[in-house]
Every structure is written in C-alpha cells, then in structure tokens.
C-alpha cells in the first residue's frame, strides 16, 4: 500500500522542539547509520531500488514471529480458511502503518522514539518508555518461547536449558553488526526463504482446496458474531501488527546513504514504501500458509482443539502423510525465533537510546531483556511444563496488543502535522484513513482487554 505522494509546496522540513535547550539531534543507531550506499542519479532504478531493499524484510520478521504461529495455528484448526480474511486485513493495516514509519524516519531524520522525546512532556515520555520496554519484553518471550520449543522438538533439548541456550544469540547479532548492516539484512532474508521454504512444502503436502482458501480471503459476518471466533481474530491482528516494528522501522531507514535533500528524501520514501510493502507481501503469504496448514490438516479430522505448537508438530507428519513435515515446522519455527531475536534487540536499543538518551553495551542490553523473558519461562515451566509455556505464549500476544496504541498514535499524530513533516506530511485522506486504523486497533484492544478479564 503505497502513500501518495506528498505535495510540492514547500514549507519548513520540522518544526521540532528538543526536550532541553543543551541537547541537540542524535544519529539513530549512529554505528550503522547513513553506511549502506546509494548508487547515483545516473544509475537505473533496479539498482537504486535494490540500495534499499532490507530494513522491509527486517521489519517483516515481527508479522511471523512465534507469536503468530499460536494464534494462525488456533484460527485455522478451530474455524478452517475463515479468518485468513483477517490476517489479509490486519496485513494492509501493517503495510500502512510501516510505510509511515519509514516516511518519519526519513522525512525528519529522527526515529519514532526521538520523535516522542522531542515532542512529548517527560512524564509522558516515561509513560510511553515504559510501554515500549513491556512490548519488547513480551516480543522476547515469544522468541524465547519459540526458539526453546523448536530446540526441543528437533534436538530434545529440554526447555530450560533451551531457554537458558537462546541467550547466545545475543553475540549473533552482535558479530552481524560489527560485520555491516548489509550482513545483518542478508541473514535476515536467509532465515526467511528458510520459513517459506519449508511452508511451501508444507502446504504442497496439505493439498488444501483452492475454492476453500479464495473464500477464506473474504469477510464472514461470522467474524463479528460468534465471540470465539473474535477473540481469535482480535488476537491475529494483535499477533500481527508489533508496536516495536514501528520504532525500528523508523531507524533503520536511515542506514541508507541518501541525498539529504527534499528530492532525495522523497525517492527514499518511495522506495522505502516499496520496501517494506513487498515484503509484508510474504509476511501475508507465510501467516496464511500457518493457517492453511493447520486448517487443512486440523479442521474438521477430529483435531479442531489444536492450539499448541507441540500438538500441531506431533500431528502434522501423521495427518498429512509426510514424514518430513514435522520436522520442517520445527526447523522454520527455530528460524522465526532466531530472526526475531536480531529485530527485537535493535528495537530495544533504539527506543532506551530514543527516549532516554541512554547508550549501554549492546551485549549487555540484549542480556538483560532477554533474562527479563527467561525468567517467567522459567517459573512458568517449572510449575505447569509446556502447556503452560503454551499459555504464556498466547499471554505475550495480549501485551503487545496492549502496547499497540502507545506506538500507533505519536506515529498517525506526527506523521499528519505539516509542521514537524513540512512537504512530507500526508494527505488529508490518507491521515483519516490513517486515524481510522488506528481508532480499528484502539478499540480492539479494549474489547480484547474486556474479554480477557471477564
């Protein structure tokens, strides 16, 4: 979903204010940024688009984290193909809401966090930090959730000590950044053929019925009526758009080397746009294919109660007939929790430097979030085993559902206001699209915070 083009009248590029008179604009991620090269007016457009290719891929992987995989696991098992016409919707809604975050990152060289501090009262700021911490902490119980479970279903390895073994990619991400930034996106898109790869054959080996799945694709009032089926779709779209993709979104568009001008501004956004939106292209196509899977297999064979990531693993080779299934969904689940193991650690850092204007260590920030994650899979495991690893798994999802509105909003708000956007600000029509989605996301939050406690 591309924005349209900003309007060519000229106005002041920001109108930002610091949070004190001594402090002056910082690089987001200063070790990375403005590295990777653009190729020259006089080069063709496959070549300068491709100079942006990568931060859309990376922001990708937060639309097929482990997360995702419970509630398109549920979804397809319990109600078939009916709801991938949710994941379609909440799709566009995250098309949308990164192209944003791209356009802010580039059109004011600063990221979704910096732009909070900048704008906000302290206090407000402490508020929204605060969120983002609890959104990153959540995304990381996911990955450690899924990493762990994928450790032992293909290795045996229990998961504690699974658990405990995710720690080490701390000093992956750690060794792909020293190396570039292009490194790091390259094994990024590595771990993601991995996952399609291996749901390609999946879905192959499920020879779901074609009519079923273009059905699927549309709305069912069945949807909205039957509350089950809601809570599921609340929790898809909750599962699907990630508050830290869009403080990270925001950043890591500024590793591209391009002109700083109005006119090289306004190509980095389009190819930005571009981006990002072809990637959450195979973020729609691997979340439908989890569905798929679980309804072609699941849904009416006897097995609609599936809801775990063990269960589906233990079934899958047996109900489809081939023997390499299991095994492929173990495989591209480790891929998922590893590749969302890099994207969250930028996220992290990103948001401490962006609002508190605070540097530690890389290693040592990835450390302590990830022990932060450990440790309720620790004491969770220990007192209920993997079902209730299981059940913590899906509680991640409802935080970050709950985070959703602290990143959304401070993005629509500032996105939409021509004085600290300028020329870039969007159009009328896409800021009210814009304020509807998020309105959509705010008022699912509430209701799933509703059914939750009640």
């Not at 996220?347 to 530690?360: D, K, S, T, V, W």
Request: glycine share 8%.
């Amino acid at each position: 979903m591309m924005p349209p083009e900003p309007p060519s009248a000229s106005a002041p590029r920001t109108a930002w204010r610091f949070a004190s008179p001594a402090e002056t604009p910082r690089d987001s991620l200063p070790e990375v940024f403005s590295t990777v090269r653009v190729p020259g007016p006089g080069a063709s457009w496959l070549r300068r688009f491709l100079a942006f290719v990568g931060p859309g891929y990376m922001i990708s992987v937060g639309y097929m984290d482990p997360g995702n995989w419970a509630t398109d696991l549920q979804g397809g098992a319990q109600f078939g193909y009916t709801l991938l016409a949710v994941i379609m919707l909440s799709n566009f809604m995250a098309m949308l809401l990164q192209a944003l975050s791209a356009r802010l990152g580039i059109a004011t060289g600063r990221d979704l966090a910096q732009a909070c501090r900048d704008h906000f009262p302290p206090a407000l700021n402490m508020v929204l930090w605060l969120a983002c911490e609890l959104a990153i902490i959540a995304c990381d119980l996911a990955e450690v959730i899924g990493t762990a479970v994928a450790l032992h279903l293909l290795f045996g390895i229990p998961l504690l000590a699974g658990a405990l073994i995710s720690v080490l990619d701390a000093f992956l991400v750690l060794l792909l950044m020293n190396r570039g930034f292009r490194y790091l996106e390259a094994f990024v898109i590595g771990l993601l053929t991995v996952i399609a790869a291996c749901f390609a054959v999946q879905v192959v080996a499920a020879q779901p019925p074609i009519a079923a799945i273009l059905r699927g694709f549309l709305p069912s009032p069945g949807i909205i009526t039957n509350s089950q089926m809601l809570y599921i779709a609340i929790g898809i779209i909750g599962a699907t758009v990630m508050p830290h993709n869009l403080y990270l979104h925001s950043s890591i568009v500024q590793t591209r080397a391009y002109d700083r001008t109005v006119p090289g501004r306004r190509e980095a956004i389009r190819w930005a746009t571009w981006d990002s939106s072809i990637a959450l292209v195979l973020a729609l196509v691997i979340n439908a294919a989890i569905l798929i899977v679980a309804a072609a297999a699941f849904h009416g064979s006897g097995h609609e109660g599936v809801a775990e990531i063990e269960d589906a693993y233990r079934l899958l080779s047996p109900v489809l007939g081939l023997g390499i299934a299991s095994t492929l969904f173990a495989l591209a689940l480790l891929a998922a929790g590893t590749n969302s193991t890099i994207t969250g650690t930028l996220a992290g850092q990103i948001i401490m430097e962006g609002f508190l204007r605070l540097q530690i260590p890389h290693w040592a920030r990835r450390l302590l979030t990830r022990g932060l994650a450990i440790v309720p899979v620790i004491i969770v495991t220990a007192l209920y085993g993997s079902r209730g690893v299981g059940e913590l798994l899906l509680a991640s999802q409802i935080i970050l559902s709950m985070q959703l509105p602290f990143a959304v909003v401070p993005l629509v708000l500032f996105v939409s206001d021509r004085r600290k956007m300028g020329t870039f600000v969007i159009s009328r029509s896409m800021a009210m699209l814009s304020w509807l989605v998020a309105l959509a996301i705010v008022l699912l939050n509430f209701k799933l915070l509703y059914d939750t406690v009640s």
